[in-house]
Nanobody, 123 residues
Framework: QVQLGESGGGSVQAGGSLRLSCAASGRTFRSYAMGWFRQAPGKEREFVATISWSGGILYYADSVKGRFTISRDNTKNTVSLQMNILKPDDTAVYYC????????????????WGQGTQVTVSS
């Protein structure tokens, strides 16, 4: 079992940057693919980025490609999301999630979820 906790959210002006981190408990962290999802008020949760257990396979939503970077450190049981050139449309609660097996863009395939961290981007 994996427990996840996000940090690093906050408020920033458009064009700015934030770095989200997700700390995971459990000795089997390195066996899980990880993902970042977000949910804006009144909208469904949407895929942002995912990374394989090794860090060698990465996928991004088209809306964040070229601006966001997902990474992981299996020695520290952490996964990060570097967010650059932030836009007001990026405003949402961001969640990290874990699943066994390969990467996925589908939230229902992820078993473990953090509590979320708020990101607010003002224009």
């Amino acid at each position: 079992q994996v427990q996840l906790g996000e940090s690093g959210g906050g408020s920033v002006q458009a064009g700015g940057s934030l770095r989200l981190s997700c700390a995971a408990s459990g000795r089997t962290f390195r066996s899980y693919a990880m993902g970042w999802f977000r949910q804006a008020p009144g909208k469904e949760r949407e895929f942002v980025a995912t990374i394989s257990w090794s860090g060698g396979i990465l996928y991004y939503a088209d809306s964040v490609k070229g601006r966001f970077t997902i990474s992981r450190d299996n020695t520290k049981n952490t996964v990060s999301l570097q967010m650059n050139i932030l836009k007001p449309d990026d405003t949402a609660v961001y969640y990290c999630a874990a699943k066994e097996g390969g990467t996925s863009r589908v939230s229902s395939e992820f078993v473990y979820w953090g509590q979320g961290t708020q990101v607010t981007v003002s224009s």
